[in-house]
């Protein structure tokens, strides 16, 4: 196991966790549990209780920070999402009935909100226009996990049916989805700078994608004994889960082996996992009622000087194709121009008629 010399002490709390998250700039960390009850904490060398909400009227299941970080969005069973502003620590707007079906998984990216249901739902939020733009219903089963190619626009999301769907955010379109597999995907990140997309599943396997042909998985990674339920990147081919058996452990995709254990919640199922802005403290919410920290700066320090040359090489490919899908969006012909003005002017009305996701403040 890895030792840890700074993490700070675990946090105890009353009720089951079901989320964490880590500010992106400051030494702040949110969750939210069971009774639907959200607390914020500073941590360090001593922890310390900030604030505590109870705006929800059902278990808090998930929560995001906008990329800034200044506000935290906050989804409930309770089928409700609310923003908090995290300098004042203001509930400024909680909207009811934002899904049919209890909201399961938050993900923010610029400005962009997604958000998705027990029921499969995926429903995409502009910030800017303070609405709904795109809601999707091709998935059957819960929600479970959301990741970004942000340099492709799109927005992949896994659920409890065993499939895998991207969506590109700028055309507001389904652009690819899986077959269903019998394994229900629980997790999902991108590795190798986007040329592979990998999920966590109910099984225990790591379920690989090829970027383009998201039809059926194309490879996987036995080893696990019970579910993957959440997992972090260390870099483009080495990732860190979190499993029922209570076990966060540091395992290599490329090639495929496990490297060694984290750390342990005993038996008790690893809820989520969630890293610190300055990528030196792992965090963990358990079954256990409590949250764990882990020392992982060397872990993340080794990947940064071990970054190869290969590494470099596609960052550079990766900044000229979207450079070129840049001067591809440019280069639209009148025809397309005319599309995308029809299709503009269909959300408009459609906006219109929905409810705007700030319409209380």
Not at 105 to 131: H, P
Not at 133 to 138: A, G, K, L, S, T
Not at 160 to 183: C, F
């Given at each position: 196991m890895f030792e840890s010399d700074c993490a700070p002490d675990d946090i105890l709390l009353e009720n089951q966790p079901f989320d964490l998250e880590f500010h992106p700039t400051q030494n702040l960390l949110v969750t939210g549990d069971i009774t639907g009850q959200v607390f914020c904490y500073r941590y360090g060398e001593e922890n310390t209780l900030l604030a505590t909400y109870q705006h929800h009227t059902d278990s808090c299941r998930a929560l995001t920070f906008t990329s800034d970080g200044s506000f935290l969005f906050t989804g409930s069973s309770d089928r409700s999402i609310s923003m908090i502003d995290v300098a004042t620590g203001?509930?400024?707007?909680?909207?009811?009935?934002?899904?049919?079906?209890?909201?399961?998984?938050?993900f923010c990216w610029e400005n962009v909100l997604a958000s998705g249901d027990d029921e499969g739902c995926v429903k995409i939020w502009d910030l800017k226009q303070k609405a709904c733009v795109y809601e999707f219903n091709e998935n059957e089963d819960f929600i479970s996990g959301f990741a970004l190619r942000p340099q492709k626009n799109a927005l992949l999301a896994t659920s409890g049916d065993g499939r895998l769907s991207v969506i590109?955010?700028?055309?507001?379109?389904?652009q690819a989805k899986s077959e269903e597999h019998e394994d229900e995907f629980l997790s999902v990140?991108?590795?190798?700078?986007?040329?592979?997309?990998?999920?966590g599943g109910q099984s225990g396997s790591v379920h690989f994608f090829s970027w383009g042909q998201f039809e059926k998985h194309n490879d996987v990674l036995s080893g696990?004994?019970?579910?993957?339920?959440?997992?972090?990147?260390?870099?483009?081919?080495?990732?860190?889960?979190?499993s029922s058996d209570g076990l966060?452990?540091?395992?290599?995709?490329?090639?495929?082996?496990?490297?060694?254990?984290?750390?342990?919640?005993?038996?008790?199922?690893?809820?989520?996992?969630?890293?610190?802005?300055?990528?030196?403290?792992l965090g963990s919410c358990s079954h256990?009622?409590?949250?764990?920290?882990?020392?992982?700066?060397?872990?993340?320090?080794?990947?940064?000087?071990?970054?190869?040359?290969?590494?470099?090489?596609?960052?550079?490919?990766?900044?000229?194709e979207k450079e070129k899908e840049g001067g591809e969006e440019e280069m639209e012909t009148e025809g397309e121009k005319e599309k995308t003005k029809k299709r503009n002017q269909t959300a408009r009305t459609e906006k219109k008629q929905r409810k705007g996701f700030y319409a209380d403040l």
């Amino acid at each position: 196991m890895f030792e840890s010399d700074c993490a700070p002490d675990d946090i105890l709390l009353e009720n089951q966790p079901f989320d964490l998250e880590f500010h992106p700039t400051q030494n702040l960390l949110v969750t939210g549990d069971i009774t639907g009850q959200v607390f914020c904490y500073r941590y360090g060398e001593e922890n310390t209780l900030l604030a505590t909400y109870q705006h929800h009227t059902d278990s808090c299941r998930a929560l995001t920070f906008t990329s800034d970080g200044s506000f935290l969005f906050t989804g409930s069973s309770d089928r409700s999402i609310s923003m908090i502003d995290v300098a004042t620590g203001a509930v400024v707007a909680q909207i009811p009935d934002v899904h049919d079906a209890p909201v399961n998984r938050l993900f923010c990216w610029e400005n962009v909100l997604a958000s998705g249901d027990d029921e499969g739902c995926v429903k995409i939020w502009d910030l800017k226009q303070k609405a709904c733009v795109y809601e999707f219903n091709e998935n059957e089963d819960f929600i479970s996990g959301f990741a970004l190619r942000p340099q492709k626009n799109a927005l992949l999301a896994t659920s409890g049916d065993g499939r895998l769907s991207v969506i590109n955010l700028r055309k507001g379109e389904m652009q690819a989805k899986s077959e269903e597999h019998e394994d229900e995907f629980l997790s999902v990140l991108v590795m190798k700078h986007g040329r592979k997309v990998v999920c966590g599943g109910q099984s225990g396997s790591v379920h690989f994608f090829s970027w383009g042909q998201f039809e059926k998985h194309n490879d996987v990674l036995s080893g696990h004994p019970q579910s993957i339920d959440t997992m972090i990147k260390v870099d483009e081919e080495t990732i860190i889960t979190g499993s029922s058996d209570g076990l966060i452990r540091i395992v290599s995709l490329f090639p495929k082996k496990l490297i060694g254990v984290v750390g342990e919640h005993e038996d008790f199922p690893i809820e989520k996992l969630a890293l610190s802005y300055d990528q030196t403290i792992l965090g963990s919410c358990s079954h256990d009622h409590h949250i764990k920290f882990w020392d992982v700066k060397n872990i993340y320090k080794d990947a940064r000087e071990n970054k190869t040359e290969d590494d470099e090489g596609e960052e550079v490919e990766q900044e000229k194709e979207k450079e070129k899908e840049g001067g591809e969006e440019e280069m639209e012909t009148e025809g397309e121009k005319e599309k995308t003005k029809k299709r503009n002017q269909t959300a408009r009305t459609e906006k219109k008629q929905r409810k705007g996701f700030y319409a209380d403040l």
